[in-house]
C-alpha cells in the first residue's frame, strides 16, 4: 500500500496560492509545518519575510519570498540546509498549481481520493482471511494481523496516514513511526535471542530438548526396573499403585518435544553438526514416546496379575534374563541420548554403541531361550506375564533399531547440508499453504468465524464516530487479533470471553493508576525513571509468575501482562488532563464491546451446539469400533482392519475435544432440557479410547512385518488341512509362509461364538449410550435385559484350542517378539479386555439410569 498510495490517505487543507500581482511569503517551522502569506508589495514583503512565525521562532528551518511571476526573490531566501531551497521551490509550485478551494481539505495523493478507501479496505479484508485460513503457527497469524490492522488504520486515517517527516534523518524521514517500530521489533527480536545464551539458563530449544529427553529417559528406565521387579516378583501387593501411578504420572507428563524440535530449527536451521543434533534428539524424543505408549500396556498387566497358578514357576525361570535385558537396553537408552548431545558421533562412541547393541541382542535371545524352556502356555493365567516379555522385547528392539538408524545418521551433515536448508523451507511453505489442509471443513468455520467478527469490528471503527467511538480507531480489530477464537472450538466460550474481559480491563486499568503515581514526578527526571522502571518490573514480573504457577488464572494473568506494558511504557506528556482519562476508558469500552461482539457472531454462526455435534460423532464413533470388532474376525482384511482402527482413533479424538465443551456449566442458559450427562458421556469416551489402545495392541501383536516374518512359519505338514487355509499360506513352491496370528486365531472353533457376543455388545452398547445421553426412554428400557458381565465368551475355549496347537506352531530362533505363541496370547487377551470395557460403559449406563 505504501508503494501504490505513498502518502495514504493523508490530508492537508488547501493553501491555494492566488495567481496575480502578489507577492507570497513561504516557511517552514518544525511546529507549524508549512505556511505562506501573501502582500500586495515588495516592501510588505520584506517585512512578511522578517517577521514570519513570531511565536515559534526556534523551529524556523527555512523561508522564502516569491515575486508575483513565481520567481525567489534571491534576497529573502534563507534555509538551514541547501536542500531546503529546492523544497521551498517544489512546495511553491506545488500550492501554485494546486487547482482546489482554499481552506478545503485535500488528499495528499491524488490517486487516495479516487479509489484508495476501496482498495485498502479490500486488502485488509482479504490479508486478513489469508492469515487465518493458513496453517501458520498462532503466534504469527496473531501478531501479523494485529500489526497489519494498526497500519492498515493508520493508513486510512486522514489525520495520521503516511507519515514522512520533512526533517531528520533518513530513517525519521521514511515513515517515523514505522521505522521506529520495525527497528524497536529489530531490537527485541536480538535482546530476546541474546537472553537465550545466558550461561546456565540452557534457555535455547536445543538445549531444552536435550533436557526433556533425559528427563524422559530417566523416567521410562527406572519405570521399566520397577515394572519388571513387581511383575516378576512372588506376590501381589499394595506396590502395583505405586509402579502403576509412575507410568500414569509419565503418560501424562506435558512435554513440549514438539515445541522445541519446531524451535530449535530456528536456532540450527539443520546445518552441520548443529542439525544433526536437533534431528538425533527429535527422534530419540519420538522413541521414547513409543516407550511410554508400551507402559501403558504394562500398566494393565501390573493392576490385573492375581500372581496365581504357574506365575512363580514362569517368573523364576526368566526373571534374570529379563533384568539382564532390561538394564542392557536402559544403558543403550543412555548411550543414545548422550551421543546425541552434540550431534557427532566419534569412534570412540560408535564403538560403544555398536557393542551395547550386540549385548542387548544377545540378552533379548537369552530371554526369547529363557521363555521357551519355561513352556508357557497360552493361557488366561500366564496372559500378562506374556504381554510383559513381549512389551519388553518390542521396547528393546526399538531401541536398538533406534541405536543402528543413529550410527547410520553419521557423516550425511555435509554432504546434505544445503539439501537439507532448502528441504526445510520447502516443507514448512508446504505445510502452511497446503490446501488439503486449508480447504478442510472445521478450519474454513474456525477461519470464516474469525475473519467475520474482526473484519466487523475494523469496518465499526473505522467509521462510527460519537459515543464511545472515535472514527479511525483500530483498538476493537486489534484487540480481536489477539483474542481470536481456537481452532475447533464448536461454543461460544463464554468463560473463556469472562477471562478475556477481565484480562483486557485489567491490562488496561492497572496502568492508568500506575501513570497516575508517575505523575508525581517530573518528566525526563532520574525519580521518574527509576519510579517507572521498578514499577514496569514488578508490574511484569507479578503477571507472568501468575502465569506459570495458576492453571485458573494464567491466561488473565498472561492477558493483564500483555496489555498493560504497552502502557506502562508511553512516553511522558506532562500533566494528565480528564481528556487524556476519558480516552483510556473510552478504549475499555471498545474492548467490551470487541468481546461481546465476537461472542455474538460465534453463536451466530454455530447452528448445532457442542452436545447435538457430540451425540452424532459419539453414534459415528460406535459404530467404527463396531466395524473395527467385526474386521477382527474377517481373515483376510488385515489392512481393512488398520483403516477401520485408524478411524475410530480420529473419531475418538474428536470425540474428546467436544466433550469438555458439552459441561452444563458452558451453557449460557440450561432451559428446560435436562441437565447434560457428563459423568456418562466421559466414562464412555474413556472406555472406548481404551478399547481402540487394546484393538491398537491386538494389531502390533497380530501384525508381521518384513522383519518378523523369516521365523514365524506353521509345520503344515502337521496341522489339519481343514484347519489352515493353504491357498493362503503356501507360496508357489509349496514352502510354508509366515502364518497370521488373527487367521489363526478365527480358524479355531470357539471364534465364532467369541465374535458373535462382542459384536453383539458392542452394537448395544454404542447404541444405548447415546440414547440415554438424549435422554431416549427405551434405552433404560433396554438396560433391563442385560445379561452381560463384561467377559469375553468362549474365552477359554479360545485359550485351550489354542495351546493343543502349540506343537504344530515352529520355535522361533531369531526374535523375541516373533514367538507366535506369545502373539496369540495377547490377540486373546485384548479380546477380553476389550470386553471389558464394553462392560464398563454398561456399568455406567445403569448407574446413570438409577439416578434420580
Known sequence: ????????????????????????????????????????????????????????????????????????????????????????????????????????????????????????????????????ISKASRNTIMFGMSWHVFWMMSLMNPAVGIQRSETGSWLSRHGSDTMAVLVTTCLGVVFAVAATFIPGARLLNTNQLYDECLSLTDSVTNVWKSSAEYLLGGERSARRYQVAKSIQNLTDKNTDVNDHIAGAWWETFDIAHFGNRRQMLGLFASVAAESRTLLEVVKKC??????????????????????????????????????????????????????????????????????????????????????????????????????????????QGKSSMHLRLFRAICNGVQATWRFRDMSDKEHVKYAMRNWLSISVCFILGYYLHGSIFTRYNATMSSTLTLLFVKEGSHIVEYEKSTHRLLGVTLGNSLPILVAALTGFFACLSMPRFLFQATTTFLYCFAWMFMYYNSDMWGYVSCLVAGFGVYKLMEPCAGDATETEFANKYMALGNVVVAILLQAFLHSMMSKTGPQQLFLVTIKETGAEVVTCIKTIFMPGHFSDLKVSLAKSQAQITRCKALVAECAPKLQLINGRHPPFKMDLATATVNCLESLLSEIAVLVQAADIGDHDKSQMKVDVDVVEDDEIDDSQDDDEAGNARPQMPLNILNSLPAAEAAEESLVKVAKFVTQVAPAMLQNRSWAEDQLRDIHFTGQLKCANELYAQTSSRCHSYSVESQELTNDIRMRLCIVIRCLQNCAAFLGKIEEWCITESTRI
Open 302 to 411: 501390573i493392576l490385573s496379575e492375581t500372581f496365581e497358578g504357574e506365575h512363580i514357576d514362569f517368573s523364576k525361570k526368566v526373571s534374570a534374563e529379563a533384568f539382564d535385558l532390561v538394564g542392557s537396553t536402559s544403558a543403550l537408552m543412555w548411550l543414545c541420548v548422550q551421543a546425541s548431545a552434540d550431534g557427532k558421533l566419534d569412534e570412540t562412541e560408535v564403538k560403544q554403541i555398536t557393542a551395547q547393541v550386540n549385548l542387548v541382542k544377545e540378552n533379548e535371545m537369552q530371554l526369547l531361550k529363557a521363555f521357551q524352556s519355561a513352556k508357557p502356555s497360552v493361557s488366561d493365567d500366564l496372559a500378562d506375564e506374556q504381554i510383559f516379555v513381549f512389551t519388553l522385547g518390542l521396547w528393546a528392539r526399538k531401541i536398538r533399531e533406534f541405536a543402528n538408524r543413529l550410527i547410520n545418521m553419521l557423516g
Open 1 to 132: 500500500m505504501m508503494m501504490l498510495f505513498p502518502r495514504g490517505a493523508r490530508q492537508h487543507t488547501c493553501l491555494s496560492i492566488e495567481k496575480g500581482s502578489l507577492f507570497t511569503v513561504l516557511w517552514f517551522n518544525e511546529a507549524t509545518g508549512w505556511n505562506f502569506t501573501q502582500v500586495e508589495t515588495h516592501a510588505e514583503a520584506w517585512g512578511a519575510y522578517w517577521r514570519t512565525d513570531p511565536d515559534h521562532p526556534q523551529g524556523l528551518l527555512a523561508r522564502a519570498t516569491f515575486d508575483p511571476d513565481g520567481k525567489m526573490d534571491r534576497f529573502m531566501q534563507w534555509a538551514s540546509e541547501w536542500s531546503w531551497i529546492e523544497r521551498l521551490e517544489r512546495q511553491y509550485q506545488m500550492y501554485r498549481h494546486e487547482d482546489c478551494v482554499s481552506g478545503t481539505k485535500v488528499y495528499d495523493d491524488p490517486k487516495y481520493g479516487a479509489y484508495g478507501e476501496l482498495v485498502c479496505m479490500l486488502d485488509v479484508l482479504v490479508v486478513l482471511f489469508f492469515f487465518l
